[in-house]
């Protein structure tokens, strides 16, 4: 068996291995109620990295999610009360626009994804220092619960944060496997001028996968707010390296084509395990972005497809 | 003196060289011929180090030599001219012929320029060619640019202690009558300097030119003969396994074409692409545009498949001008394009054989953008049959299909759509025998069908066999017509004279 064949079958055997040493390790780990709340904690990433997977699942990448997630933490804060629970259709529908800027400025101007939604990650940050003042802002505990009580709590044991989650992943998982959009999708992470060569519109297809990304770090960032009651500029800081490690562990490689989003779920629970093993070996907040930087640079140099890259690496 | 025994060479799904046996006497010029496919780019690729091979020995003067990359192999004395010419063409001559070399000429960390003319200007010498060194490359012609390809692998004379094998990968291709006799002659004077391989599908100038030729098929070496027993017919019935004549191209399929118009350029331009191009294409009508690398063929193509907008003129496609240029539109209207990277532009690796052929008509097989998979999936049931494709089933990724199961599938992509606008760029690249022969039943089924046909073909003996028309171009702009009805075909060097 060589590593080939091996490849997709990697991240499943990364989960399994990494729960059993964690597990091993402290089996308070295999508690499940301690791993129900561990993985719906997790949710707000876990949509971040849904959403990043339809970017990097075409080729690209998108670097705004985080700062798009904090401009949306300050949104949802400061406009809850004018807007109810309308704010959250503000949030969706900014997150779109800014990932189709992101996308718009990839395609037709031939600026690099890595570059384009950097760009406008700062722009989304600078946006929401700006409507924050820079501070720290809170939600009316009131009204919170009001329009967004419904986010949080049990049904019958399933905490409602993982039915939200589940919900957007039927749904990202249907955009990708069943419409025409998905497969176009497919064909342009695979092989991007056969798309052209087949008619695809091809600037559409990115332009709206960089939407979609930016909607889904959209509702990340109006979960984590709600979750939090308030928001600021670096509310998210932190997201950006573990959705991206989220979705490579998973199998997604940044050439694109193969992988999506169920692959994303395995990799966020990777990320999970991984954390919460940190956290019993004691391992210091401030060395854990080390860890996962090493973890994003392994996943990156066994996932990606050196064929497509022909030879040039820049 | 170089010699290779029981060389093997193997890659995933092909064993590209079997146990070849093959040697280099100094001062001879050794022919390699063979199809594409036969195993010819693979042996050279291992011959001047590009391939290292799987077994065999390689020796130099009874001396086992391995290379781990084509630079080792110059060491070596292994010269390659390329092709596709591997020039710099922003640089000037002398900067090419000694790139990768012009620590000899630093002085006090600079380059001494005078030194390395006067340096360029022996070696231009060699070749009889008298330019100035500091001309840039790329306003040369391209029967000059081989010479520099050529002077530049001569360089290593004084740089090894060893003689010289030098390759010639297709070095007459593009070049006219009189430029190949020149070219030649030289090779011929310059046996005193080197030994040659020549590699040519041109059979007559491989028997003119070699002293002894290699024959290879399927990866194999299937006979070696001198140039006094060397007879066109019997290489090429050992190249090809049979006999190749006007059946090969199926001539005698070639129907008289239609009257209606499919396309119509009316002194179309396209910046410094192409410029002022006029015809029709009509139903049933091969068409095959000739010229050189960069002549403006592609972008003609790219045109009507509504990839490359024309600054100038006025394109109708059916009887409709168009306006807007973009893909989906030529493909509404009926234009398939099967592009010349089958690999990466014609199929995507890593889709099933279904996936691909609806991948540009997905509108037919979806409701409101949701896929029904049931209607695609026996589509291609339909086609892998009717074409003959061989894939275990529909859900097999194209990736892993020999290349002309892939045309295939591009192929049945188009017609499956209903596409009756067709075209091919190069439909044959890289496939064997077999599998040519079907793409050349598929255009002349296509024909009865009543589909246009513009067609760049990958060599000019294919484009005279299968076209009715052919028109030639050179550097963007129109230079003859000629009409090839069966048995009264253009000749191969009344296109070359016009496309150099």
């Given at each position: 068996?060589?590593?080939?064949?091996?490849?997709?079958?990697?991240?499943?055997?990364?989960?399994?291995?990494?729960?059993?040493?964690?597990?091993?390790?402290?089996?308070?780990?295999?508690?499940?109620?301690?791993?129900?709340?561990?993985?719906?904690?997790?949710?707000?990433?876990?949509?971040?990295?849904?959403?990043?997977?339809?970017?990097?699942?075409?080729?690209?990448?998108?670097?705004?999610?985080?700062?798009?997630?904090?401009?949306?933490?300050?949104?949802?804060?400061?406009?809850?009360?004018?807007?109810?629970?309308?704010?959250?259709?503000?949030?969706?529908?900014?997150?779109?626009?800014?990932?189709?800027?992101?996308?718009?400025?990839?395609?037709?101007?031939?600026?690099?994804?890595?570059?384009?939604?950097?760009?406008?990650?700062?722009?989304?940050?600078?946006?929401?220092?700006?409507?924050?003042?820079?501070?720290?802002?809170?939600?009316?505990?009131?009204?919170?619960?009001?329009?967004?009580?419904?986010?949080?709590g049990?049904?019958?044991?399933?905490?409602?944060?993982?039915?939200?989650?589940?919900?957007?992943?039927?749904?990202?998982?249907?955009?990708?496997?069943?419409?025409?959009?998905?497969?176009?999708?497919k064909?342009?992470?695979?092989?991007?001028?056969?798309?052209?060569?087949?008619?695809?519109?091809?600037d559409?297809?990115?332009?709206?996968?960089?939407?979609?990304?930016?909607?889904?770090?959209?509702?990340?960032?109006?979960?984590?707010?709600?979750?939090?009651?308030?928001?600021?500029?670096?509310?998210?800081?932190?997201?950006?390296?573990?959705?991206?490690?989220?979705?490579?562990?998973?199998?997604?490689?940044?050439?694109?084509?193969?992988?999506?989003?169920?692959?994303?779920?395995?990799?966020?629970?990777?990320?999970?395990v991984?954390?919460?093993?940190?956290?019993?070996?004691?391992?210091?907040?401030?060395?854990?972005?080390?860890?996962?930087?090493?973890?994003?640079?392994?996943?990156?140099?066994?996932?990606?497809?050196?064929s497509?890259?022909?030879?040039?690496?820049? | 003196?170089?010699?290779?025994?029981?060389?093997?060479?193997?890659?995933?799904?092909?064993?590209?060289?079997?146990?070849?046996?093959?040697?280099?006497?100094?001062?001879?010029?050794?022919?390699?011929?063979?199809?594409?496919?036969?195993?010819?780019?693979?042996?050279?690729?291992?011959?001047?180090?590009?391939?290292?091979?799987?077994?065999?020995?390689?020796t130099?003067?009874?001396?086992?030599?391995?290379f781990?990359?084509?630079?080792?192999?110059?060491?070596?004395g292994?010269?390659?001219?390329?092709?596709?010419?591997?020039?710099?063409?922003?640089?000037?001559?002398?900067?090419?012929?000694?790139?990768?070399?012009?620590?000899?000429?630093?002085?006090?960390?600079?380059?001494?320029?005078?030194?390395?003319?006067?340096?360029?200007?022996?070696?231009?010498?060699?070749?009889?060619?008298?330019?100035?060194?500091?001309?840039?490359?790329?306003e040369?012609?391209?029967?000059?640019r081989?010479?520099?390809e050529?002077?530049?692998?001569?360089?290593?004379?004084?740089?090894?202690?060893?003689?010289?094998?030098?390759?010639?990968?297709?070095?007459?291709?593009?070049?006219?009558?009189?430029?190949?006799?020149?070219?030649?002659?030289?090779?011929?004077?310059?046996?005193?300097?080197?030994?040659?391989?020549?590699?040519?599908?041109?059979?007559?100038?491989?028997?003119?030119?070699?002293?002894?030729?290699?024959?290879?098929?399927?990866?194999?070496?299937?006979?070696?003969?001198?140039?006094?027993?060397?007879?066109?017919?019997?290489?090429?019935?050992?190249?090809?396994?049979?006999?190749?004549?006007?059946?090969?191209?199926?001539?005698?399929?070639?129907?008289p074409?239609?009257?209606?118009?499919?396309?119509?350029?009316?002194?179309v331009?396209?910046?410094?692409?192409?410029?002022?191009?006029?015809?029709?294409?009509?139903?049933?009508?091969?068409?095959?545009?000739?010229?050189?690398?960069?002549?403006?063929?592609?972008?003609?193509?790219?045109?009507?498949?509504?990839?490359?907008?024309?600054?100038?003129?006025?394109?109708?496609?059916?009887?409709?001008p168009?306006?807007?240029?973009?893909?989906?539109?030529?493909?509404?209207?009926?234009?398939?394009?099967?592009?010349?990277?089958?690999?990466?532009?014609?199929?995507?690796?890593?889709?099933?054989?279904?996936?691909?052929?609806?991948?540009?008509?997905?509108?037919?097989?979806?409701?409101?953008?949701?896929?029904r998979?049931?209607?695609?999936?026996?589509?291609?049931?339909?086609?892998?049959?009717?074409?003959?494709?061989?894939?275990?089933?529909?859900?097999?990724?194209?990736?892993?299909?020999?290349?002309?199961?892939?045309?295939?599938?591009?192929?049945?992509?188009?017609?499956?759509?209903?596409?009756?606008?067709?075209?091919?760029?190069?439909?044959?690249?890289?496939l064997?025998?077999?599998?040519?022969?079907?793409?050349?039943?598929?255009?002349?089924?296509?024909?009865?069908?009543?589909?246009?046909?513009?067609?760049?073909?990958?060599?000019?003996?294919?484009?005279?066999?299968?076209?009715?028309?052919?028109?030639?171009?050179?550097?963007?702009?129109?230079?003859k017509?000629?009409?090839?009805?069966?048995?009264?075909?253009?000749?191969?060097?009344?296109?070359?004279?016009?496309?150099?």
């Amino acid at each position: 068996m060589t590593l080939e064949t091996l490849k997709p079958y990697l991240p499943w055997i990364t989960l399994f291995v990494l729960a059993g040493i964690v597990g091993a390790a402290n089996p308070a780990f295999f508690n499940p109620v301690g791993l129900v709340a561990l993985v719906a904690d997790i949710t707000p990433l876990f949509i971040m990295a849904l959403g990043m997977t339809f970017a990097i699942y075409i080729g690209g990448i998108d670097l705004s999610v985080q700062q798009m997630a904090n401009l949306v933490t300050v949104i949802a804060t400061v406009y809850l009360a004018q807007f109810g629970i309308g704010v959250a259709f503000v949030c969706v529908i900014v997150g779109f626009l800014f990932g189709a800027i992101s996308g718009f400025i990839t395609t037709r101007l031939y600026v690099p994804s890595f570059v384009s939604t950097l760009a406008m990650g700062f722009v989304a940050l600078s946006g929401a220092k700006f409507l924050s003042g820079e501070r720290a802002l809170s939600m009316d505990a009131t009204l919170r619960d009001q329009s967004f009580g419904w986010m949080f709590g049990n049904t019958a044991g399933v905490p409602h944060e993982l039915i939200i989650a589940g919900v957007l992943l039927f749904i990202a998982w249907f955009l990708q496997k069943r419409t025409t959009f998905g497969r176009a999708l497919k064909a342009v992470g695979s092989g991007e001028l056969a798309a052209v060569a087949s008619g695809l519109n091809v600037d559409r297809i990115k332009i709206l996968a960089f939407a979609i990304s930016g909607m889904f770090a959209a509702i990340a960032g109006l979960m984590f707010s709600v979750k939090l009651s308030g928001g600021d500029a670096n509310l998210a800081n932190g997201f950006l390296l573990l959705a991206i490690v989220a979705v490579l562990v998973g199998g997604t490689p940044l050439t694109g084509g193969v992988g999506g989003v169920v692959n994303t779920v395995i990799g966020t629970l990777i990320v999970v395990v991984i954390r919460a093993g940190m956290v019993y070996l004691e391992i210091d907040a401030t060395q854990q972005q080390m860890v996962f930087g090493i973890v994003l640079i392994a996943a990156i140099a066994l996932t990606i497809d050196r064929s497509k890259l022909r030879g040039v690496v820049k | 003196m170089y010699e290779l025994r029981k060389v093997d060479k193997k890659f995933p799904g092909v064993h590209a060289l079997k146990a070849v046996d093959f040697k280099v006497n100094r001062g001879e010029i050794v022919g390699l011929v063979g199809e594409n496919g036969a195993g010819k780019s693979t042996l050279m690729k291992v011959i001047y180090g590009a391939y290292q091979p799987d077994g065999g020995t390689i020796t130099i003067d009874g001396t086992a030599v391995r290379f781990q990359n084509p630079r080792q192999a110059m060491e070596h004395g292994i010269g390659m001219v390329f092709q596709e010419q591997s020039l710099i063409t922003n640089l000037t001559v002398m900067e090419n012929i000694f790139l990768g070399y012009e620590a000899q000429f630093v002085k006090f960390g600079v380059i001494d320029w005078k030194a390395m003319a006067e340096a360029a200007r022996r070696q231009l010498a060699k070749v009889k060619l008298d330019i100035n060194p500091a001309t840039i490359t790329s306003e040369l012609s391209f029967a000059q640019r081989q010479l520099i390809e050529l002077a530049k692998v001569l360089t290593l004379e004084e740089r090894i202690d060893g003689d010289l094998v030098i390759l010639l990968d297709e070095p007459t291709s593009v070049l006219a009558k009189e430029e190949v006799e020149l070219l030649f002659k030289l090779v011929r004077e310059l046996t005193n300097r080197a030994s040659f391989i020549f590699v040519s599908h041109r059979m007559d100038e491989v028997l003119d030119l070699s002293d002894r030729i290699y024959v290879m098929k399927d990866g194999e070496v299937v006979d070696v003969v001198d140039h006094d027993a060397a007879e066109v017919d019997a290489i090429q019935h050992k190249m090809v396994g049979r006999d190749v004549d006007k059946e090969y191209y199926r001539e005698q399929k070639q129907q008289p074409y239609g009257d209606e118009v499919l396309v119509s350029f009316d002194t179309v331009s396209a910046g410094n692409r192409y410029k002022d191009i006029s015809f029709d294409l009509h139903r049933g009508e091969v068409l095959c545009l000739v010229g050189t690398e960069g002549s403006g063929r592609e972008a003609i193509l790219r045109t009507i498949f509504g990839l490359q907008t024309p600054t100038s003129g006025q394109v109708t496609i059916k009887g409709q001008p168009i306006s807007s240029f973009n893909a989906r539109a030529s493909v509404d209207l009926g234009v398939g394009y099967v592009p010349r990277e089958r690999k990466v532009e014609g199929i995507v690796a890593g889709m099933n054989v279904y996936e691909n052929m609806t991948l540009s008509q997905m509108q037919n097989y979806s409701n409101a953008g949701v896929l029904r998979t049931g209607e695609e999936k026996s589509l291609a049931r339909t086609w892998i049959e009717r074409l003959a494709i061989k894939t275990p089933n529909e859900n097999k990724d194209c990736g892993g299909l020999s290349g002309g199961n892939q045309q295939k599938v591009v192929l049945a992509k188009w017609r499956s759509g209903g596409s009756d606008i067709i075209l091919l760029d190069h439909p044959t690249r890289g496939l064997d025998i077999g599998a040519k022969e079907d793409v050349y039943e598929m255009i002349r089924a296509m024909c009865d069908d009543g589909a246009g046909i513009i067609l760049v073909a990958d060599t000019l003996e294919e484009a005279i066999g299968l076209s009715h028309t052919i028109l030639v171009v050179k550097d963007g702009e129109f230079q003859k017509r000629f009409d090839g009805r069966p048995g009264d075909k253009p000749s191969l060097y009344d296109l070359v004279h016009h496309m150099i």
